[in-house]
């Protein structure tokens, strides 16, 4: 499986229009890959919270709009990143907006639909703002028999999440993310570890640039199901090509039954 890692950087000054169609031409610019992947809150930010009602929008909004006709065009499973979704009605907290994961297929529909689960700020920023997920959320990845299992950013430091997407059936993770460099070391440890005790590859997209004051981490990564780093972005805005063997994947847990072991 070809994927590209569309690690974008942006800063508080570009039109949301304008990222849009940057976004939209970087995706049309991977024909040849299989899947692509883009990061969490590219089009409002992830830290500039008093954008997020304004850029709202529903699942058939815009931005899916943009991608997916991106998606069937290069003819590749699209990770569109995710949006700040506006629910149809308020959620079980009363709130009207979600972090929210879109997947478009090679044809353009969509295929996947993940509610970030944990919301990071402690009691700002999302978890005031937003409504949390609550659904394990798989996709298959197309012609190969793998399935990926979705999560963001923040998810990524509550393993249980993880353990439960490999119950599920993934043997991939994909995680967009708005991680910021003074965490980032946190960010690397964490996507190892996640690949290595659940043998799953992991594919993160993280954002660069700055926004909200805050300077953003790159490092996205493609690490293999043996916690080896296949490829990692530096700092600035970077597309990281990989060809992963799908493959080394159930190999990997045969020669070494970890994961048959666990006992809770």
């Known amino acids: 499986m070809k994927v590209a890692v569309i ?10 229009a304008t990222r849009r169609e940057r976004a939209a031409d970087l995706v049309r610019a991977q024909r040849g890959h299989d899947l692509v992947i ?10 500039d919270y008093s954008r997020w009602e304004a850029s709202a929008e529903p699942l058939d909004g815009p931005t899916f709009a943009a991608l997916s006709a991106a998606a ?32 478009a297929s090679p044809t353009g529909e969509l295929v996947a639909v993940y509610r970030k689960i944990h919301r990071f ?12 997920g609550d659904q394990i959320v798989t996709v298959g990845l197309p012609t190969t028999g793998h399935t990926a299992a979705l999560s963001t950013c923040y998810d990524l430091r509550f393993p ?51 926004h909200g004051g805050y300077q953003m981490g790159g490092a996205s990564a493609v ?3 043996k916690g080896e780093v296949l490829a990692e972005a530096g700092p600035a805005q970077e597309v990281l090509s990989v060809d992963i063997d ?15 072991d666990r006992r809770l």
């Open 121 to 132: 700020g402690f009691g700002a920023g999302e978890p005031k703002l937003m409504e949390a």
């Open 72 to 103: 069937t065009e290069i003819e590749a499973l699209v990770h569109c990143g995710s949006i700040v979704e506006r629910l149809t009605e308020p959620g079980v907290e009363g709130r009207t907006l979600c972090n929210t994961s879109l997947v």
């Open 38 to 47: 883009l990061p969490e809150l590219w089009g409002p930010t992830g830290f």
């Open 7 to 16: 690690q974008l950087a942006y800063d508080d000054a570009e039109p949301l």
């Open 223 to 225: 690490i293999s199901a």
């Open 246 to 260: 799908l493959g080394e994947i159930g190999q990997w847990r045969a020669d070494f039954p970890v994961l048959a």
């Open 160 to 210: 249980e999440l993880y353990r439960r997407q490999v119950d599920a059936g993934a043997d991939v993770f994909l995680i967009p993310a708005a991680w910021p460099m003074p965490r980032v070391e946190h960010w690397r440890v964490l996507a190892r570890a996640r690949a290595i005790e659940n043998q799953c590859v992991v594919i993160t997209c993280n954002t660069a640039g700055t």
